[in-house]
Structure formats: C-alpha cells, structure tokens
C-alpha cells in the first residue's frame, strides 16, 4: 500500500535497492545502469525505479538529506515493501590528508552526534556498523576490478554547515580513526538494525575538509559511477 511518501504499489521494490541522496544521482543510475528501469515513485521528487542488472531484479531511490529523511524512505521501504538490502551510494568529506578527493571508502562504521540511535536503544550507545558480508563483498568487488578502495569509519553529522565549535571536532574524528564525515550512514545502520535488514554504506569523497578541495554539484549526480559500479557488483551478488 501507498505511504505518505512513497506513491508506489505493493512489489514495485526489488529486495535490494541502492540510495543516493540525491534523486537526480537515483534517476541517473537508473537510466545508466538499469535495464527496463520504471519509475515506481515520484512523491516530493524523490525518485525511485526499479529494474533489473545482470538479470537481477534491482531498485534505486533517493533518501535525501540527514538522517530524519533517510529513517522515513528506509524504514517505509524496508516494513511496507519488503525490501532486505539497503546499499547508500553517497557522497563525503574526507577528514584526513591521506584520503583523497575522489577516494572510494567503504564505511563498515560510523560514530554520529545525532541522538536517534540513542532513542532506539533506550538510551545506550548503539554499535553502528555495516553488514559484514556486503562490505566483504564490496572490498572483494574492488580488488576484482582493480580498483582501490578506503575501508573505515566515518561520522556523520546532523549538521552540514557546522558552527565553529563542532569544525574544530573534525580534528578529533580524524584523531578516532574516522575517514570523513557525511550525513547519513549511523542513521541507516541503526534503521537496518531495528528492521531486520542488511545494510552498508559506500561513499566518494566530494570534498576534503582540509585542502577545501570540492566536486560541482553537477559531478556529484553524475560522476560517481566508480563506487556505483562496486554497488552493483555486491547488489548482483544477493
Ligand atoms: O551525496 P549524498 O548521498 O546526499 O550525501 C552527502 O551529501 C549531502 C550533503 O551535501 C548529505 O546527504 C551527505 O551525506
Ligand atoms: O556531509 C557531507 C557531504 C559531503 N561533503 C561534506 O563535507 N559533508
């Protein structure tokens, strides 16, 4: 059945999806990657398609930006239709000098300052952490295709444009071994956790922290297909 935010009907979703952020980047790996890809959903823009890949029937739609909006689509998607196998395929900024624009990191962890996965876990910290199996299959995809990959934790913060105090803590998360921040990855650990899914968090680094480095926005939707591919790789393998 239709949610508030999802227009689209029982089966439409495949059991694995991939999501970007961004609906455009969604509709772009549809159109590129996907075979006799169909729009399945248009509520608010945010785009989703199902279709097939190397025979196996896949889904892809946007989550949006921060965490709140990532919980809804997920946990919708994931109670009302049934899907199993949630693989983010975002974007990042890396906090080290030794990640580098462009950078592929598979993120098997994320710290966060956003109190959700508090709230799921009455008030415990909550191990955040991807599906071991979909990031083994992500590093192996990598190395089948030649391609080099970061394999880490990353934060992920509530706030985009942070204020001077909470800049200053990047330092920090460099320091606990974290590769870069973005906004999402605890937000759908912690989903799939309380909903019975699998997931894993693949990111490009668009920005860097330290040298101010940064990808157009136009880049972002539409030159990501390196850790795409990887994506697709571990989605065929389901
Ligand atoms: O490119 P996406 O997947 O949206 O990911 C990153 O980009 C957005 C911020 O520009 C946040 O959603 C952040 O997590
Ligand atoms: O959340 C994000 C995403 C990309 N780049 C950043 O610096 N932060």
Redesign the pocket.
């Known amino acids: 059945m239709p949610t508030p935010h999802i227009s689209a009907a029982p089966g439409d979703f495949a059991e694995v999806i991939l999501?970007?952020?961004?609906p455009l980047?969604a509709r772009y790996i549809a159109q590129r990657f996907l075979q006799d890809a169909r729009e399945v959903t248009s509520v608010r823009n945010m785009f989703g398609y199902t279709g097939s890949y190397q025979g196996r029937r896949l889904s892809v739609m946007?989550?949006?930006?921060?965490i709140p909006?990532?919980s809804i689509y997920t946990t919708e998607l994931i109670r009302e239709y049934g899907v199993r196998v949630i693989l983010?395929?975002?974007?990042?900024g890396a906090l080290r000098q030794d990640v580098k624009l462009r950078d592929i990191i598979v993120a098997t962890a994320a710290g966060t300052d956003s109190n959700v996965n508090r709230m799921r876990l009455g008030g415990h910290d909550f191990p955040a952490v991807a599906d071991f199996m979909l990031a083994r299959q992500a590093v192996e995809a990598a190395e089948k295709r030649g391609r080099p990959v970061r394999v880490g934790s990353v934060f992920?913060s509530d706030l985009?444009y942070a204020p001077e105090g909470e800049v200053a803590k990047n330092a920090v998360y460099a320091r606990m071994g974290m590769l870069a921040v973005?906004?999402?990855?605890a937000g759908l650990y912690g989903v799939a956790a309380e909903f019975g899914a699998r997931a894993l968090g693949l990111?490009t680094v668009?920005d860097h922290i330290l040298t101010h480095e940064s990808l157009s926005a136009a880049d972002?939707q539409t030159t990501f297909d390196e850790m795409i591919e990887l994506a697709l790789d571990v989605a065929a393998a389901q």
Request: proline share 4%.
């Open positions: 999501m970007p952020g961004d980047r946007g989550h949006g930006m921060g909006s990532l983010r395929v975002g974007s990042c992920t985009f973005e906004m999402e990855v990111l668009s972002r």
